[in-house]
């Protein structure tokens, strides 16, 4: 017993394993030398700013050659390997998320300007240089987004339906070539498709807030119609023929099993498309218009929206320029914060929806 009790820990080296401090302070000593690289260059010549960007790129390439060569000598080449492949996952995620930081605090630190009371009750109308809100654009966005939403989503969810539990042959083929199709065009050609149909229908240069919508329905029609196939085809099998051997009927398989079993996945898929249409800003300009007043009625005349708020208080700039920028700025923090309330809104629903598989 004493012997067991006085006996020492192995050394982590020497079991062939790198400390679990090792990339910890492998992150320290390469940012640690290369700030001082780059201090010792630039008060050699100190011409602009400290390159802090350049010296954190250059302190990351010195910890994956440092971490890979220490993992090489004392945990051998496939755990050297792991370590590299893990380096670059991670310093991919760190790359992707820079400019997703950026784009948010500039936003943030540019919008709070105006990020006020009159900004969320006051429109456009009749005001010149400072002053104003964005009501009208906010109140715009709604009903387009919302009413682009009651027209896709039955037909997206239907169209799902009909290729995953219906569809065979050539007609099946047809419709997920159109739809892959579909998934791609540029958004200005549904604003001049939904321009287009209400110039045959009702004349030319007619700007409606309907013709928004139906312009932003072509493009979620799609996102819903493959997000929800894909929901469709994960649920089991099993699940529908143990309904069909009770004598259940397919449509009330459908509606009874396979759409409760997948409903989480269809509303994240809902919500991602909403949220995807929500910031589009060239089919509006084309189909719904621009106006500075309230508008309430998606058949009466154009319609604003928060896109197209933010463009033309960025392009049509007055006197006094900072008024029309703080507008402009507090328009995009409005729009990332509804993104923002609808991803969470997703996510709550995927958890109220989801079925319960505990007793």
Avoid: C
């Avoid at 919302?146 to 419709?175: D, Q």
């Avoid at 007619?206 to 929800?228: E, F, N």
């Avoid at 058949?299 to 008024?323: D, K, W």
């Amino acid at each position: 017993m004493t012997a067991l009790a006085t006996k020492q820990a192995p050394n982590a080296l020497a079991a062939g394993k790198l400390p679990r401090w090792a990339p910890w302070v492998g992150i320290g000593i390469a940012l640690a030398v290369s700030f001082a690289l780059f201090t010792v260059m630039f008060l050699a010549n100190p011409t602009g700013d400290f390159p802090v960007a350049g010296a954190v790129i250059v302190g990351a390439l010195l910890y994956v050659i440092g971490i890979v060569t220490m993992s090489a000598l004392v945990e051998g080449r496939r755990k050297a390997v792991d370590r590299f492949v893990t380096s670059l996952v991670i310093g991919a995620f760190l790359i992707a998320m820079v400019p997703l930081i950026s784009v948010t605090i500039t936003v943030v630190a540019n919008g709070v300007n105006r990020f006020d009371l009159d900004f969320f009750t006051t429109s456009m109308r009749n005001v010149q240089g400072e002053g104003g809100g964005a009501l009208h654009a906010i109140i715009g966005t709604v009903f387009i987004t919302l009413t682009a939403a009651v027209i896709s989503i039955p037909i997206g969810l239907m169209t799902s339906i009909y290729l995953v539990e219906y569809g065979k042959g050539a007609l099946a083929r047809g419709i997920t070539f159109f739809v892959d199709v579909m998934t791609g065009i540029p958004s200005i050609v549904a604003g001049l498709f939904a321009y287009a149909l209400f110039a045959i229908l009702l004349g030319p240069g007619t700007k409606l807030g309907i013709a928004g919508a139906i312009a932003l329905s072509v493009l979620m029609i799609p996102v819903v119609v493959r997000s929800s196939e894909e929901m469709l085809r994960i649920v089991p099998n099993e699940l529908r023929e143990a309904s069909y051997a009770l004598g259940v009927p397919k449509w009330l398989t459908i509606v009874k099993v396979v759409l409760p079993t997948s409903i989480a996945g269809i509303m994240t898929g809902v919500m991602i498309a909403i949220a995807r249409v929500i910031g589009e800003t060239a089919p509006l300009l084309v189909a719904a218009g621009f106006t500075a007043s309230m508008n309430y009625n998606l058949f009466s005349g154009p319609m604003n929206s928060l896109p197209l708020f933010v463009y033309t208080q960025y392009v049509q700039q007055g006197n006094p320029l900072f008024a029309y920028i703080d507008r402009a700025w507090a328009g995009a923090l409005t729009l990332i914060l509804i993104v923002m309330v609808l991803n969470v809104l997703a996510r709550v629903f995927s958890r109220i929806f989801a079925p319960k598989l505990g007793r």
